[in-house]
């Protein structure tokens, strides 16, 4: 069975910290995604990946930074946390262009 | 920009009753078209896809949407609703280099 994992479902951050949220697929998959969703907003792209080490920008990718040292591992990364970035974050894998997207179960970041 | 509109933030029925939740894109015809279902506290699940080999898709639990080039469409239905497909809905295009885009959601209530 196709899976994705994150590394947290729940975290509390404060204000100013480094946070890095953690993705592993175990499906061999060429590309890869981080999503935040809010309400009546649906997911917005922040960073995906098409390759280890590529990286590119997707709509919303101020404050944030990504890092993929290894096929299976995407990693976010919020410099320095503020209240603003407190959102659910979904991690996302696809084997090619158009295919399917799998989803991970996400992580629900609080940043007080 | 491309973008995707999914009319009704909530949509209500009664248990048995149709279930219809709309989705429309913008201009040029996309390349593919998802509807993702998302849990209570989970990720998204893929429910179907088009990929121009059929209009009439069919997915899971019951789910098909058409693909109608006219009216810039892809909407959701399903026959009889279930409790179990209490749910938020989203619609997804790809454009270009598996990037997707995500309508706000809806919200599935089903009343018993």
């Known amino acids: 069975d196709v899976k994705v994992t994150q590394s947290s479902r729940y975290l509390v951050k404060r204000t100013g910290e480094k946070v890095f949220l953690e993705c592993v697929q175990d499906?061999?998959?060429?590309?890869m995604f981080w999503y935040r969703q809010d309400p009546g907003l649906g997911l917005r792209l922040i960073y995906f990946?098409?390759?280890?080490?590529?990286?590119e920008k997707g709509d919303i990718p101020e404050g944030y930074s990504v890092s993929r040292e290894k096929k299976e591992r995407f990693s976010l990364i919020l410099e320095s946390a503020s209240t603003n970035q407190t959102s659910m974050y979904l991690c996302?894998?696809?084997?090619?262009?158009?295919?399917?997207?799998?989803f991970g179960p996400g992580t629900r970041l609080t940043v007080l | 920009a491309q973008s995707v509109t999914q009319l009704g933030s909530h949509v209500s029925v009664s248990e048995g009753a149709l279930v219809l939740l709309r989705c429309n894109y913008s201009?040029?015809?996309?390349?593919?078209l998802f509807w993702y279902v998302q849990y209570p506290n989970q990720g998204l699940q893929l429910l179907l896809k088009?990929?121009?080999?059929?209009?009439l898709v069919k997915g899971i639990n019951g789910f098909e949407a058409e693909f109608k080039k006219s009216e810039t469409s892809f909407h959701l239905t399903k026959p009889s609703a279930h409790m179990s497909d209490a749910a938020e809905y989203f619609c997804?295009?790809?454009?270009?280099?598996?990037?997707?885009?995500f309508g706000a959601g809806t919200i599935l209530r089903v009343k018993s």
């Open positions: 990946s098409y390759d280890v080490k590529m990286k």
């Open positions: 088009y990929t121009s080999a059929a209009t």
């Open positions: 201009s040029s015809v996309p390349p593919y």
């Open positions: 499906m061999d998959h060429e590309n």
């Open positions: 997804a295009v790809s454009y270009s280099v598996d990037k997707l885009v």
């Open positions: 996302a894998s696809s084997l090619f262009q158009g295919a399917e997207q799998f």
